[in-house]
């Protein structure tokens, strides 16, 4: 499966973004869809799955009830919205794809699909 990960751009404190992840020679019901981010001098990080099995979302500490992942299975496509938005969101933001067991959804090398990566900047 191909990934292509989308949406990224400039916002300031306490605003919103939504970014795209469209899956291509796969479908996003047959894989768990993960979103990582890595800030400059930082690991790359876990942000938010959602499970291919249940539908299951899974969101770090950090972003819980700020960050909302949703797969549409028509437009096979996972989206990740972002609100409340904060200067430490600033990240490149990726998407990946795997089927990792539920104590490895955070892993990211239980995913083995990455997308290019998109820029998000939040600042005044």
């Known amino acids: 499966v191909q990934l292509q990960a989308s949406g990224g751009g400039l916002v300031q404190p306490g605003g919103s973004l939504r970014l795209s992840c469209a899956a291509s020679?796969?479908?996003?019901?047959?894989?768990?869809i993960a979103w990582f981010r890595q800030a400059p001098g930082k690991e790359r990080e876990f942000v938010a799955t959602i499970n291919r099995n249940n539908n299951n979302a899974y969101y770090t500490d950090s972003v819980k009830g700020r960050f909302t992942v949703s797969r549409d299975i028509r437009e096979n496509t996972v989206y990740l919205q972002m609100n409340s938005l904060k200067p430490e969101d600033t990240a490149v933001y990726y998407c990946a794809a795997g089927r990792p067991i539920l104590s490895s959804l955070s892993n990211r090398n239980a995913y083995y699909h990455w997308g290019q990566g998109t820029q998000v900047t939040v600042s005044s």
């Open positions: 020679g796969g479908t996003v019901r047959s894989y768990t």
